[in-house]
């Protein structure tokens, strides 16, 4: 199974809202409904902030939002805050009941 | 609240097998609702998925290490572990045990993580 694709990085200036594309094929991405995006910062673990392509763990800010379109999933971060930078990971769920990551994404908060 | 702690060395040589144990507190293991994973992360790259497990048994692994590798649970003392065999030094990383779950197929609470290098 290949890695999903993202881009390596993106970058936002504070309140701004930026938007990570997640592409995969109709195996993983475009067959279900299993999509989920992580945020991983700087010698932490990851941590949920989108599952099911666009529901929203308890806790986590409704600044963030997912959708899916296809193959391809985004996460939408709005309003951005210094916080939010950080490294951030789709995963999906794939037809032959594996997982596959995507390969990450850096943003920076200019 | 459920906590995940892995554990196992930190030094592996080349060749030889890595094990790993997942440790789960505040709750069980044997639960209907969840799988349980590992996945792990090479220095300043991105996660990769291993394999996960249903405490019954059942495993998934990644087709690129299936051959490597052995996840299981042991239910009386409320772990899972991981073994990768034929370690080489492309196998350092750190390595996450996490709970996914059975519904919504995401992993919602991870440990800390191990670093473990391959290495003579």
């Known amino acids: 199974q290949s890695a999903l694709t993202q881009a390596a990085s993106v970058s936002g200036s504070p309140g701004q809202s930026i938007t990570i594309s997640c592409t995969g094929t109709?195996?993983?991405?475009?067959?279900?409904?299993?999509v989920s995006w992580y945020q991983q910062h700087p010698g932490k673990a990851p941590k949920l902030i989108i599952y099911e392509v666009n529901n929203r763990p308890s806790g986590v800010p409704d600044r963030f939002s997912g959708s899916k379109s296809g193959n391809t999933a985004s996460l939408t971060i709005s309003g951005l805050q210094a916080e939010d930078e950080a490294d951030y990971y789709c995963?999906?769920?794939?037809?032959?009941?594996?997982?596959?990551f995507g390969g990450g994404t850096r943003l920076a908060v200019l | 609240q459920v906590q995940l702690q892995e554990s196992g060395p930190g030094l592996v040589k080349p060749s030889q097998t890595l094990s790993l144990t997942c440790t789960v507190s505040g709750g069980s293991i044997s639960s209907n609702d969840y799988f349980w994973s590992w996945i792990r992360q090479p220095p300043g790259k991105g996660l990769e998925w291993i394999g996960y497990i249903y405490y019954r048994g059942t495993t998934f692994y990644n087709p690129s290490l299936k051959s490597r590798v052995t996840i299981s649970v042991d239910t009386s003392k409320n772990q899972l572990s991981l073994k990768l065999s034929s370690v080489t030094a492309a196998d350092t990383a750190v390595f996450y045990c996490?709970?996914?779950?059975?519904?919504?197929?995401?992993?919602?609470?991870w440990g800390r993580g191990t670093l473990v290098t391959v290495s003579s």
């Open positions: 996490a709970r996914m779950s059975t519904v919504t197929l995401d992993f919602d609470i």
């Open positions: 995963s999906s769920y794939t037809t032959s009941s594996t997982v596959v």
């Open positions: 109709s195996s993983d991405v475009g067959g279900y409904k299993y």
